[in-house]
């Protein structure tokens, strides 16, 4: 029995510039930063004498004997890709946060399941092959509508300024700060669950249809990237807070599905409060907002939101990682 745990992530800038549709031309980065809420996935080949070969505990409870009949289509299309369409598992899923909420969930997902495979086949795989493998199944065997964000974030754990070269190679910078210059930093994040979740390829479909007719946006989203870094660098956590703002500004403007009337008053509802700026994670539509706070306001601001879910998180130092590993019946 094998058991891996993939961290989920909030992301500050760039996001959108790690489309295919944008990098393969412009080239791409973020800035992004892994949590400790994880997806767990467990993985057990089953002894050859029980009835179904195929038994997938997620939001559904599955027991099937053909590959092709399992309605996880992660878990269907990669088990497929790694020869286990005659083997016998039991793969179950816990996940700290609930899928859609713009926290990478879909990503942290199949990062946890390649890597319990890989385990299970005797591999070792790098951060930088499970990011570009995990891609690859949600884009082009699964043909979803993502980005590589995700993927990379989860995958290498920590904070990380990321840079994507326009034929999709890309260097991982860490952001180095003191333990005391993190630590302030996020103590004056505050993350806020919207209470709504969506469909998040069905979100960013709509944005990369768009997205020619917003190549200025796309490129201030991207040279954002880099100024913020330096911002970080030199512990201007209020500027970088007020540049939060000024993404916030371009991003919502990206797709007219990208906020909504509950967004948008929680997010007024945080800059009237004690919010430098914020931003809706993840590709728009619903999910949790991330908040800078002013120094010292933090908890005013978190008393305004007595009927939303206020989410405390720290670093996720590790990416995907192996947490237990038993073996079991071959």
């Given at each position: 029995m094998i058991t891996t745990r993939s961290p989920y992530r909030v992301s500050f800038f760039g996001g959108g510039t790690d489309y295919a549709d944008w990098f393969n031309e412009n080239g791409g980065a973020f800035l992004s930063l892994a949590i400790n809420y994880y997806t767990y996935i467990t993985l057990r080949v089953k002894p050859k004498f029980q009835e179904k070969q195929y038994r997938i505990l997620w939001r559904l409870a599955e027991e099937v004997q053909d590959v092709n009949d399992i309605q996880h289509p992660i878990v269907r299309e990669t088990l497929k890709k790694y020869g286990f369409d005659n083997t016998g598992l039991d793969i179950s899923y816990i996940g700290d946060l609930p899928g859609g909420s713009g926290?990478?969930?879909?990503?942290?997902?199949?990062?946890?399941?390649?890597?319990?495979?890989?385990?299970?086949?005797?591999?070792?795989?790098?951060?930088?092959?499970?990011?570009?493998?995990?891609?690859?199944?949600?884009?082009?065997?699964?043909?979803?509508?993502?980005?590589?964000?995700?993927?990379?974030?989860?995958?290498?754990?920590?904070?990380?300024?990321?840079?994507?070269?326009?034929?999709?190679?890309?260097?991982?910078?860490?952001?180095?700060?003191?333990?005391?210059?993190?630590?302030?930093?996020?103590?004056?994040?505050?993350?806020?669950?919207?209470?709504?979740?969506?469909?998040?390829?069905?979100?960013?479909?709509?944005?990369?249809?768009?997205?020619?007719?917003?190549?200025?946006?796309?490129?201030?989203?991207?040279?954002?990237?880099?100024?913020?870094?330096?911002?970080?660098?030199?512990?201007?956590?209020?500027?970088?807070?007020?540049?939060?703002?000024?993404?916030?500004?371009?991003k919502r403007e990206l797709s007219d599905v990208m906020s909504n009337t509950i967004i948008d008053d929680i997010y007024n509802l945080g800059v009237s409060n004690g919010a430098l700026g914020g931003k809706l994670l993840g590709a728009g539509g619903g999910g949790f907002i991330l908040f800078m706070c002013k120094e010292g306001m933090k908890e005013n601001l978190i008393s305004k939101f007595k009927k939303n879910s206020i989410l405390p998180f720290k670093i996720s130092s590790t990416g995907t990682q192996v947490v237990y590993n038993e073996g079991g019946f071959i």
């Open positions: 926290m990478g969930s879909s990503s942290s997902f199949t990062a946890a399941l390649l890597l319990a495979i890989k385990t299970q086949l005797n591999e070792t795989i790098t951060p930088y092959e499970l990011s570009n493998l995990s891609y690859d199944i949600e884009k082009n065997l699964l043909k979803e509508t993502v980005g590589i964000q995700d993927q990379i974030a989860t995958s290498f754990g920590g904070f990380n300024k990321v840079e994507i070269a326009k034929d999709g190679n890309f260097e991982v910078v860490p952001v180095n700060l003191s333990s005391k210059c993190l630590n302030n930093f996020l103590e004056r994040m505050v993350l806020v669950y919207t209470g709504t979740t969506r469909r998040a390829t069905e979100v960013a479909s709509k944005k990369v249809d768009n997205m020619k007719n917003k190549i200025l946006d796309y490129r201030k989203l991207y040279e954002m990237v880099p100024y913020a870094h330096s911002l970080l660098l030199s512990n201007d956590f209020d500027s970088f807070g007020e540049l939060m703002h000024e993404a916030w500004k371009i």
